[in-house]
C-alpha cells in the first residue's frame, strides 16, 4: 500500500460523539493518524492535501456491524472488491462481513482469505464475523479459538438465527474466554416456514405466507434470558418489531448487557410496498407496518437500538427476477444506510447528528471491539466527510455494489457522503481534494 | 355488439382493484356471449384470428379447458403451456417463459402460478393482455365473477344479500375474489372457518367473521362451500378431517337451519363427505354445474373486453 497521504480538512464541523466534540476546526491526518486539531501553520507538514470542508461534517468513518460479501463461492451476487468500494461509497471504513458465503466462513482459512482480498481491494477495513456453528449447521461449535486466533471478530450464523438454544449458551459461555461477541439474527424459525411478507393485513389481502412478529419477539427474548444467564456479550440483529424495542427497553433499564442493531429498510417504508409484488421490497426482515416503523425510529432515537447496520444483502439480478416466493431475500444497502438514516431521522429532528454517528460509528465500534470510531489524536485516521444538506434521488444505476435491488429506488434523500478516508488515505470522493503548494 | 366505453383495461388480474361498474360489465358482457352463444354452446367468431395462450405453473383441469373453451367458442385458437414445479428448476425464470410465448404472437396470456402476484410481474413485462387464472392465495378473479354472476342470474342483485364462504379462507384465492367482487357489488360478506383458517384481521378489512356455521345459516341467502387445501398445508389447521366434516359440512340437518331459497355454490373440486354431502351437493339448492358453464361465460367476456381495450376494436 502506498505511503498515507497527510491530509488537511478544514472548515468542517467536526462530530466526534466520543468525546462529545461538535464544532467547527481544521482536523490534520498524518501518516495514517488523526495527529492534530485546530494545529497552528507551523505545524503542518511541508506538503499536505486540502479539503475544503465548508459546510460539511468531519465525523470518524462508520463501522458496518453486519455486510454480506459473498465471496468466496457467491460473486454472482457481490465480490470483496465490488462490495467494499460500495461500503466507501457510503462513508464506511471499517465493514464485519458475515459468514454467508459457499462454503460458509468456518476455518481460519477462510477468514484469512477474506482478510487477505479486501487487504488488496481498496476499500475498507474488512473484519470477519466467523460461523458459530461448523458448516452454519446450527448444532456443532466452530473452531472459535481457532477461527478468533486468525482474526475473525465475532461469530453468527446470519443470515440463520442460533436456532439451538443450547448451542448459543455453550457459545456465549466459550467465547468469555476471548472476549468476543456473538451475532445473532433472532427470529424463530418454527414460527416463520415459508414465510415471505410481514404478518399483517397486507400479506393476508395479497395472500403471501406470513412472517409474524411474534417470531423476533421470542428468539429476542430467548437471546436476552441467555445474556443473563452467562453474561456473555451477544448482539442481536437485526431487529423490526415493537415486541423487541418494548423488551430491550425494560431490560436495559435492569442493566443487561445486550446490544441491538436495525436495518435501514425498517426505518422507512411499509408492507404496503408489496402491493406492487417488487421483489426489491423482498428483504430480510420484513418491511414492517407503520406502527413498527415508528417504534423503531423511536428506538433508535433514544439509545434503545445501538446501532444502524446495512444489512447489505446483495442478490445478483436474475435472481431477484424471479416470482415473489421464489425470489431471495435481500438488498442493497450500503451505499445507501447514512443518507437513509439522515432522511429519516436526523432531518425530520428526531436525533442530532452526533447521535446518528454514534449509531453509525462509535457504538458499532465498543460492539465489535474495534479501536476505530472515533478521532481521538493518534487513532487511525478513518474519517467520512458529509454534506448533510445534499439532496439526491437513488438510483442504483449508479452503485458500486454488483446489486442493483434496493427498497429504496428512487427516493429522495439528504445527506451524503462526500470523502471517505481510510487510515488517512482518500478511498472515495465525489470531488478532488486540492494540493497544497509550499 | 358495441364495445362499452367504460372499459379501458388491459389485463385481469384482481377484484379487488375493479370498480362496481366494471364489474358490471364484465358481468353484462358474460350474459350477452352466454345468450349470443346459447348457453356457450354455439360458436361464434367475435374473435377469429387471435390466440390464447394458456401458461400454467400449476395442475388445473377445470379452469384451463374453461378458458380454451371460451376462446374457442369466440373463434380464437389456443395454445398450452404447462410447466410443473418452479421455472427455474429448468434454468428459466417465469418471465423469460412467458416472453418467448409472446414472441410466438399471442394476444392473451392466461396464467396460473402457486406464488402471489405472478400475474402482475407479466403483465408489467408483457406486450400482450395477461389474464390471472389464480396466483397462489391471492385471487382467481375469473371464478369470482362466474359466482358472481350465478348468483346475479338467480337473485336479480346483489345488493343486500348475505353471502357467506366457507371453509379454507386462508388458502382460498376464490375467497378473496369472492369477498372484494361481492362486497363492490353491495352484498355482505361472511368468511366463516375455524379460527386457524380465517383470521380476525378480516373484520379490520370490513368483512364478517365466524366460527360456528350452525349460527349463521338462518342469515344467509348464499353459501359459498371452499375446499380443503390441503396441498398447501404444511401442518395441519384443525385436529382432523372427520372434526372439520362435523363443524362444517353441509349436510341436509344444516339445510334445514337455512332459508328456504337458498343458493348452495362450490368452485370445485369438491371433497365430497368434508365441506358438502352428497345429498346437498346433488340436491335441488345446488348450482353447482351452473357456475362451471357460467364459467366460460365470464372468460368469453374477459378475452372480448381485454382484446377490445388492447386494439380498440370498437
Redesign the interface.
Given at each position: 500500500m502506498s505511503e498515507p497521504q497527510s491530509l488537511l480538512i478544514e472548515h468542517g464541523r467536526i462530530i466526534d460523539p466520543s468525546n462529545g466534540t461538535d464544532r467547527v476546526a481544521r482536523l490534520l491526518l498524518y501518516r495514517g493518524k488523526v495527529h492534530a486539531m485546530d494545529p497552528c501553520d507551523g505545524d503542518l507538514p511541508s506538503y499536505y492535501l486540502r479539503i475544503d470542508a465548508t459546510d460539511c461534517l468531519v465525523c470518524p468513518g462508520l463501522i458496518d456491524l453486519g455486510t454480506e460479501l459473498r465471496e468466496p463461492g457467491r460473486e454472482e451476487d457481490e465480490t470483496i472488491e465490488s462490495g467494499g468500494l460500495a461500503a466507501v461509497a457510503g462513508g464506511y471504513t471499517s465493514i464485519l462481513c458475515s459468514a454467508n458465503t459457499d462454503p460458509p466462513i468456518d476455518t481460519p482459512a477462510g477468514v484469512e482469505l477474506v482478510r487477505r482480498i479486501a487487504a488488496s481491494c481498496g476499500g475498507p477495513r474488512t473484519h470477519v464475523i466467523a460461523c458459530c456453528s461448523s458448516g452454519r449447521n446450527g448444532e456443532q461449535m466452530a473452531e472459535l479459538g481457532l477461527l478468533a486466533q486468525a482474526g475473525a471478530i465475532g461469530f453468527s450464523d446470519s443470515p440463520r438465527p442460533i436456532h439451538n438454544s443450547a448451542l448459543l449458551k455453550r457459545a456465549l459461555d466459550y467465547c468469555r474466554m476471548f472476549n468476543l461477541p456473538i451475532f445473532d439474527r433472532p427470529v424463530d424459525p418454527d414460527l416463520v416456514?415459508?414465510g415471505v411478507a410481514h404478518d399483517?393485513?397486507v400479506a393476508?389481502?395479497?395472500?403471501?405466507k406470513g412472517l409474524p412478529t411474534e417470531a423476533e419477539d421470542l428468539a429476542v427474548a430467548r437471546d436476552v434470558r441467555l445474556v443473563e444467564a452467562t453474561e456473555g456479550r451477544l448482539h442481536v440483529g437485526p431487529i423490526s418489531t415493537m415486541g423487541s424495542v418494548d423488551l430491550l427497553r425494560r431490560v436495559k433499564q435492569r442493566g443487561i448487557k445486550v446490544t441491538a442493531s436495525v436495518c435501514p429498510h425498517n426505518l422507512w417504508h411499509s408492507d404496503e410496498m408489496l402491493r406492487?409484488?417488487?421483489s426489491r421490497f423482498k428483504v430480510h426482515p420484513p418491511l414492517r407496518s407503520s406502527r413498527h416503523i415508528d417504534a423503531v425510529l423511536a428506538a433508535v432515537a433514544d439509545g434503545t437500538i445501538d446501532a444502524v447496520q446495512s444489512g447489505h444483502m446483495p442478490r445478483a439480478r436474475?435472481k431477484k427476477?424471479?416470482?415473489?416466493?421464489?425470489a431471495p431475500f435481500g438488498a442493497s444497502t450500503l451505499e445507501t444506510t447514512l443518507a437513509v438514516v439522515a432522511t429519516r431521522l436526523v432531518h425530520c429532528g428526531m436525533m442530532s447528528w452526533s447521535d446518528a454517528i454514534m449509531r453509525l460509528s462509535t457504538t458499532p465500534a465498543r460492539i465489535a471491539g474495534l479501536q476505530e470510531g472515533n478521532l481521538a489524536l493518534g487513532s487511525p485516521a478513518d474519517v467520512v466527510v458529509i454534506d448533510p444538506n445534499e439532496t439526491w434521488t437513488i438510483r442504483s444505476a449508479g452503485f458500486f455494489s454488483q446489486c442493483t435491488s434496493t427498497p429504496h429506488e428512487g427516493d429522495v434523500v439528504k445527506g451524503r457522503v462526500i470523502y471517505t478516508i481510510v487510515g488517512g488515505e482518500i478511498r472515495f470522493t465525489t470531488r478532488p481534494a486540492l494540493e497544497h503548494i509550499p | 355488439m358495441e364495445f362499452p366505453k367504460t372499459w379501458t383495461r388491459k389485463h385481469l388480474l384482481d377484484l379487488e382493484s375493479l370498480s362496481a361498474d366494471e364489474i358490471n360489465v364484465l358481468l353484462d358482457t358474460a350474459e350477452s356471449l352466454k345468450r349470443m352463444t346459447e348457453g356457450c354452446r354455439r360458436k361464434i367468431s367475435l374473435l377469429a384470428g387471435k390466440t390464447l395462450a394458456n401458461l400454467f405453473f400449476e395442475n388445473s383441469t377445470r379452469t384451463r379447458n374453461s378458458f380454451s373453451l371460451a376462446a374457442k367458442r369466440l373463434g380464437a385458437d389456443t395454445v398450452e403451456f404447462s410447466s410443473s414445479g418452479s421455472s427455474v428448476s429448468k434454468g428459466e425464470t417465469f418471465v423469460d417463459t412467458a416472453k418467448t410465448i409472446q414472441a410466438m404472437g399471442v394476444d392473451w396470456v392466461v396464467t396460473r402460478h402457486q406464488t402471489p402476484g405472478t400475474p402482475h410481474l407479466l403483465a408489467r413485462e408483457l406486450h400482450c393482455s395477461v389474464l390471472n387464472a389464480g396466483d397462489g392465495a391471492h385471487e382467481h378473479p375469473t371464478q369470482g365473477l362466474l359466482d358472481i354472476l350465478t348468483i346475479r342470474e338467480h337473485r336479480g342483485v346483489l345488493d343486500g344479500l348475505t353471502v357467506a364462504l366457507v371453509g379454507d379462507i386462508a388458502h382460498s384465492r376464490t375467497a378473496r375474489s369472492n369477498m372484494w367482487g361481492l362486497r363492490k357489488l353491495g352484498a355482505h360478506v361472511i368468511v366463516c372457518g375455524p379460527a386457524t383458517l380465517v383470521s380476525p384481521r378480516w373484520q379490520e378489512l370490513g368483512f364478517e367473521v365466524a366460527h360456528d356455521l350452525d349460527e349463521i345459516l338462518p342469515r344467509c341467502d348464499v353459501l359459498n362451500l371452499l375446499r380443503i387445501q390441503f396441498e398447501r398445508q404444511k401442518a395441519r389447521p384443525f385436529p382432523s378431517v372427520h372434526e372439520y366434516a362435523a363443524r362444517y359440512a353441509m349436510n341436509g340437518k344444516r339445510m334445514r337451519r337455512c332459508p328456504a331459497n337458498i343458493l348452495i355454490m362450490a368452485p370445485g373440486p369438491i371433497n365430497r363427505g368434508v365441506e358438502i354431502t352428497p345429498e346437498v351437493a346433488d340436491g335441488p339448492h345446488s348450482v353447482i354445474l351452473e357456475q362451471v358453464t357460467n364459467g366460460i361465460a365470464v372468460r368469453m367476456a374477459s378475452l372480448w373486453l381485454l382484446a377490445g381495450a388492447n386494439e380498440e376494436l370498437r
Open positions: 416456514e415459508q399483517g393485513q393476508l389481502v395479497l395472500g403471501l406492487s409484488f417488487d436474475e427476477m424471479d416470482d415473489f416466493d421464489q | -
